[in-house]
T-cell receptor
Framework: AQRVTQPEKLLSVFKGAPVELKCNYSYSGSPELFWYVQYSRQRLQLLLRHISRESIKGFTADLNKGETSFHLKKPFAQEEDSAMYYCALKVGSQGNLIFGKGTKLSVKP | DGGITQSPKYLFRKEGQNVTLSCEQNLNHDAMYWYRQDPGQGLRLIYYSQIVNDFQKGDIAEGYSVSREKKESFPLTVTSAQKNPTAFYLC???????????FGQGTRLTVV
């Protein structure tokens, strides 16, 4: 079955602390994974995609096929990183996205 | 501000009534999608359309209908058959199935 699991509903860290938002997936094909972010009162937007292998706003995510994971990491969290984060898996030729249930990141001053 | 626009932002409906949510994009995107977002549930795909005059059911299409008569528009009708329609609805579009999806601001539907 195709599935994306984000085990943490809420993650709370202090400013300057490292942060890791976990994402695991289940998919028999070749996975294409994304992280989307939704800041308060803003629309959902793409943060990064694994095929780009880029760092956006200090965040990185590495696809680990052995562990079927795509965890999002940032070495030093900032207050403006507080948002809802969704991991998503693209499936099939239609390119539909399957989303995880999301993790709310709260960065305290 | 170009992009993808959903209207209205808030919508109230009496139980038993159909209601249509608007989604318009001026990005010249071929693909459009409707998702439903519930607290603790993430986003679930309702319907999608890869090209004009064609659309496919997603994971939770029951009680919903769509049309794609124009490239720019992909309205979603929530029918009285939808058992639990109160939710936040998100529309998205992408150039094609292989590119990034852009999301609208969403419509919060409340059935009273």
């Amino acid at each position: 079955a195709q599935r994306v699991t984000q085990p943490e509903k809420l993650l709370s860290v202090f400013k300057g602390a490292p942060v890791e938002l976990k994402c695991n997936y289940s998919y028999s094909g070749s996975p294409e994974l994304f992280w989307y972010v939704q800041y308060s009162r803003q629309r959902l937007q793409l943060l990064l995609r694994h095929i780009s292998r880029e760092s956006i706003k200090g965040f990185t995510a590495d696809l680990n096929k052995g562990e079927t994971s795509f965890h999002l990491k940032k070495p030093f969290a900032q207050e403006e990183d507080s948002a809802m984060y969704y991991c998503a898996l693209k499936v099939g030729s239609q390119g539909n996205l399957i989303f995880g249930k999301g993790t709310k990141l709260s960065v305290k001053p | 501000d170009g992009g993808i626009t959903q209207s209205p932002k808030y919508l109230f409906r009496k139980e038993g009534q159909n209601v249509t949510l608007s989604c318009e994009q001026n990005l010249n995107h071929d693909a459009m999608y409707w998702y439903r977002q519930d607290p603790g549930q993430g986003l679930r795909l309702i319907y999608y359309s890869q090209i004009v005059n064609d659309f496919q059911k997603g994971d939770i299409a029951e009680g919903y209908s769509v049309s794609r008569e124009k490239k720019e528009s992909f309205p979603l009708t929530v029918t009285s058959a939808q058992k639990n329609p109160t939710a936040f609805y998100l529309c998205a579009s992408s150039i094609n199935s292989n590119t990034e999806a852009f999301f609208g601001q969403g419509t919060r539907l409340t059935v009273v």
